[in-house]
T-cell receptor
Framework: GAGVSQSPSNKVTEKGKDVELRCDPISGHTALYWYRQSLGQGLEFLIYFQGNSAPDKSGLPSDRFSAERTGGSVSTLTIQRTQQEDSAVYLC????????????FGEGSWLTVV | KQEVTQIPAALSVPEGENLVLNCSFTDSAIYNLQWFRQDPGKGLTSLLLIQSSQREQTSGRLNASLDKSSGRSTLYIAASQPGDSATYLCAVSNSGYALNFGKGTSLLVTP
């Protein structure tokens, strides 16, 4: 597609439920990133995928968070047993294979845990 | 850990003014620095990317400078317009991929 596509755009879930957020990067981009933006806070790095290399998971806040990227393209971020503090915008981004390339963001998935 | 600070947090200017947004970072061993724009309820749009070996980048009315040794970058917006109203975010990469973001400057340009 023309840009990074994320779904759902909005999700309201009950505390304790699991949620899955999907990201479809720009075609041909080998690097894929997940960030989280909480109200009044800056963007927080979560995880980075580059090609077939092992992902950098250093930003995941707890073991309730996991992500995978299938076939080097689409990625899914899963949050298990959601808590109210997980409420945030989850932003996905992608970039080309050269490090230092411009990073392109999707419009985010707005998650509200009630 | 890289800390990125943006000043001011909010700025309101009348249309037509030139303005400067500031970004500072604590670890000068950066790979690159990127300025983004975020409109309410939207994702981020990349404005300018400066590699560590560069001093500035220009795009239209925007000019970004980088002084790596002092840990500073500025985004200069010439002849501001109401359509420039948005939050501007500075992000620094020490690794070539993961970005450390500031909390942004919220800009309002009034007609």
């Amino acid at each position: 597609g023309a840009g990074v596509s994320q779904s759902p755009s909005n999700k309201v879930t009950e505390k304790g439920k699991d949620v899955e957020l999907r990201c479809d990067p720009i075609s041909g981009h080998t690097a894929l990133y997940w960030y989280r933006q909480s109200l009044g806070q800056g963007l927080e790095f979560l995880i980075y995928f580059q090609g077939n290399s092992a992902p950098d998971k250093s930003g995941l806040p707890s073991d309730r968070f996991s992500a995978e990227r299938t076939g080097g393209s689409v990625s899914t971020l899963t949050i298990q047993r959601t808590q109210q503090e997980d409420s945030a915008v989850y932003l996905c981004a992608s970039s080309g294979h050269n490090s230092g390339n411009t990073i392109y963001f999707g419009e985010g998935s707005w998650l509200t845990v009630v | 850990k890289q800390e990125v600070t943006q000043i001011p947090a909010a700025l309101s200017v009348p249309e037509g003014e030139n303005l400067v947004l500031n970004c500072s970072f604590t670890d000068s061993a950066i790979y690159n620095l990127q300025w983004f724009r975020q409109d309410p309820g939207k994702g981020l749009t990349s404005l300018l990317l400066i590699q560590s070996s560069q001093r500035e980048q220009t795009s239209g009315r925007l000019n970004a400078s980088l002084d790596k040794s002092s840990g500073r970058s500025t985004l200069y917006i010439a002849a501001s317009q109401p359509g420039d109203s948005a939050t501007y975010l500075c992000a620094v990469s020490n690794s070539g991929y993961a970005l450390n973001f500031g909390k942004g400057t919220s800009l309002l340009v009034t007609p």
